[in-house]
């Protein structure tokens, strides 16, 4: 990391609010296909979020769904290191790497629908930082509560600047009822450092409950009166893509139906990854990609 961080996190004594020292939206950098609107973009820069709905179509949804469901089923009992439980009943909550665990996912990030969104965004070529699926079951599904994944993607694994995004499809209806994505608008321009030392391998805890990296109630209160809570609801298919210091997070699921997404990272070719603040051991390679790093070419779904 630089001698000078602009972005410092994980202090002992006190937590604050720093300004943004990034873009949001980057130059176009060369890149010629435009996916977004002018509105889009600014919207985007504005809130720091932007949803854009039937982006993929029944059959293609379908497809999916079914995908997800059986990578579920082949992986509950497997151990894998990928899969992560939900606190108490043991159901899975997330599978981690399923670009590089999955023919059809690895195919699906590079659908220009999507791909092309990121690099118009971030202004470059882009590779995968991270892909998970997130379960929330019905009944059971817990809460991730709010944080900004750049405070930990900074800290743990030593990504340098904010130029990173996180690009989520829904693979069931996301209802105001069943847990979905909320996202304070506007928050991304406000960097919050938090309190507290990182343990090693935090993130055999944290991807199951977030306890380290927490924002402070009184700076998450301040954001929300700037910018409210949004919640991000929408039929299968549509597509939320977020900034990578987006204040996010939702509630659990006592509703009976599931809510589930698929979650791409995308980070910029150029904003690979350094050392860990503090010279912390880096996350595995399942949680944040550094090994065969190469720019994505766009290549359509195929559902056939």
């Known amino acids: 990391m630089l001698s000078q961080d602009a972005y410092p996190t994980r202090t002992p004594k006190s937590a604050a609010i720093l300004a ?41 949804v379908a497809f999916l769904f079914d995908t997800m469901q059986n990578m579920r089923e082949e992986f509950t009992h497997a151990g894998r290191k990928e899969v992560i439980a939900e606190p108490g009943s043991g159901e899975v909550r997330s599978i981690f790497n399923v670009h590089r665990l999955n023919d059809i996912f690895a195919n699906l990030v590079r659908d220009p629908r ?48 904010m130029r990173a995004l996180s690009c989520s499809i ?14 304070i608008p506007g928050s991304h321009q406000h960097y919050v450092s938090c309190m507290g030392e990182t343990p090693d391998e935090n993130y055999k805890k944290s991807l199951k409950k977030q306890e380290i990296g927490v924002p402070d109630e009184i700076l998450l209160r301040y954001l929300a009166d700037l910018g409210g809570i949004k919640t991000c609801t929408g ?70």
């Open 20 to 60: 943004r020292q990034d873009p949001v939206v980057y130059a176009p950098g060369g890149l010629n296909d435009k996916r977004l609107s002018k509105d889009q973009r600014a919207s985007y820069e504005q809130d720091g979020f932007l949803l854009m709905p039937d982006l993929f179509n029944q059959d293609e």
């Open 114 to 161: 999507v791909l092309n969104v990121a690099r118009e965004i971030l202004g470059s070529e882009v590779y995968i930082h991270q892909s998970r699926i997130n379960y929330k079951p019905g009944f059971t599904g817990k809460e991730f509560y709010w944080h900004s994944d750049f405070e930990t993607w900074h800290s743990e694994d030593g990504m340098p600047a």
């Open 170 to 183: 829904l693979l069931t209806d996301n209802s105001e009822a069943n847990g979905p994505l909320m996202v």
């Open 235 to 304: 039929k299968a298919g549509t597509v939320i893509f977020f900034d990578c210091n987006t204040m996010h997070g939702s509630n659990s699921n006592i509703s009976p139906f599931p809510r589930s997404n698929v979650f791409f990272v995308y980070n910029s070719i150029d904003n690979q990854l350094q050392t860990p603040i503090n010279d912390l051991v880096p996350r595995p390679e399942f949680v944040a990609a550094r090994q065969g790093i190469k720019a994505l070419t766009p290549s359509p779904l195929d559902i056939d």
